[in-house]
């Protein structure tokens, strides 16, 4: 099976920088992936890290270590905009298709 | 921009009913998904679908559960005898490949609240 283990919630101001943490253990390991969600919206996909290493989307930044079975997310330059859900998930790669998803951290950001 | 439409938004039905929950995926797209999200919790997976048939699905997804692409562009979940706890919001997503990011593109929601 699959699990994912992330903060349950984070608050920082505006214009810092923060970092949610997500740890997984999965049976068959493809990459791993964070989505935002608002208030009563969608998830809306945010990046994807297939290989160890940084990738880096304008203010957002993600991390993964396969052999630590970790990856962060970095937002910088925090906005209010930016107070939402932040979910990390993990393709398996095992059998069909399917993205397992973490219990999300929320985020809330202070002016 | 594509987008994955939902219908309905909100249904409200009573226990034992049955629930059709419609979906219109990305038209390119092959890849299709239900999940569920309880009110301020994790979104689960529930199934998955590929070239007309299930390709993965969750213990969530017992037989009360089944799916259906009934023609070229539209995507159904189905819930036989709805239970006070199947209520929650169902997304559909759909993806292009399982490749590259495999990034799912996701409707709106539609909510189910069962009475």
């Known amino acids: 099976g699959q699990s994912l283990e992330q903060p349950s919630e984070v608050t920082a101001v505006e214009g810092a920088i923060v970092q949610i943490n997500c740890t997984y253990q999965?049976?068959?390991?493809?990459?791993l992936s964070w989505y935002q969600q608002h208030d009563g919206g969608a998830p809306t996909f945010l990046s994807y890290?297939?290989?160890?290493g940084l990738e880096e989307t304008g203010r957002f930044s993600s991390f993964l270590s396969r052999s630590d079975s970790y990856g962060y997310l970095l937002l910088q330059e925090l906005q209010m905009k930016d107070s939402a859900s932040y979910f990390c998930a993990v393709r398996d790669g095992t059998g069909g298709f399917k993205t397992i998803f973490g219990a999300g951290t929320r985020l809330f950001v202070k002016a | 921009e594509p987008e994955v439409t939902q219908t309905p938004s909100h249904q409200v039905t009573q226990m034992g009913q049955e629930v059709i929950l419609r979906c219109v995926p990305i038209s390119n797209h092959l890849y299709f998904y239900w999940y569920r999200q309880i009110l301020g919790q994790k979104v689960e997976f529930l199934v998955s679908?590929?070239?007309?048939?299930?390709?993965?699905k969750s213990e969530i997804f017992d037989d009360q559960f089944s799916v259906e692409r009934p023609d070229g562009s539209n995507f159904t979940l189905k819930i036989r005898s709805t239970k006070l706890e199947d209520s929650a919001m169902y997304f559909c997503?759909?993806?292009?490949?399982?490749?590259?990011?495999?990034?799912?593109?996701f409707g709106e929601g539609s909510r189910l609240t069962v009475l």
């Open positions: 890290n297939a290989l160890d």
């Open positions: 997503a759909s993806s292009g490949a399982t490749g590259g990011t495999g990034e799912l593109f």
């Open positions: 999965t049976s068959g390991f493809y990459g």
């Open positions: 679908f590929y070239n007309n048939e299930i390709s993965e």
